[in-house]
């Protein structure tokens, strides 16, 4: 059976466990995010020292050269330049023109007004291009109608 002696001992012990827990708790939370932000720093030093060799890659005139000829497609006096064009990965205008417009079309996270404008223009400048055609095919002076038309407006004045 305990006596009263074990009991103030338990209890103590006890009372020591919950003041010392949380400390002990917080410190070990520390020492992993320490870890965590040593690691991150090791990662950012190995970015920086990455380019910083970019940097100074830059002072190799044989690295200007290359990038020039590369990305600018520089060539020297005398030299013919050559570009080959792959024709699997060049596409059709038109057929690029409809991938995009599936591709408009079947965004959910558009919202339903752009695709309502889009449809408003889309429709008035197919239709300006039928007007245009149609005052091409039927009179050979559209010009001075359209001055005509011009010239008409009251402007209520």
């Known amino acids: 059976m305990l006596t009263w002696r074990t009991a103030v001992i338990v209890g ?10 949380p400390a002990v708790r917080a ?3 520390q020492q992993a995010m320490l ?12 970015e920086v020292d990455d ?14 050269v290359a990038q020039a000829r ?3 497609y520089y060539v020297f006096p005398g030299e013919t330049p050559y570009r080959v064009l792959d024709p699997e990965v060049i596409e059709d205008p038109a057929l690029q023109a409809e991938a995009e417009a599936r591709e408009t079309a079947a965004d959910p996270l558009r919202p339903w007004y752009d695709t309502l404008w889009e449809s408003m223009t889309d429709g008035a400048e197919e239709a300006a291009n039928v007007v245009e055609s149609e005052d091409a095919e039927t009179s ?18």
């Open 51 to 64: 380019l910083n060799a970019e940097v100074a890659r830059w002072d190799d005139p044989a690295y200007l």
């Open 35 to 46: 870890e965590g932000l040593r690691a991150d720093a090791e990662v950012a030093q190995a």
């Open 70 to 72: 590369e990305r600018l």
């Open 12 to 21: 103590v012990l006890i009372l020591a466990f919950a003041v010392v827990a």
């Open 140 to 157: 050979p002076s559209a010009d001075s109608d359209e001055n005509e038309r011009l010239t008409d407006v009251d402007f209520g004045g």
């Open 27 to 29: 410190y070990l939370d």
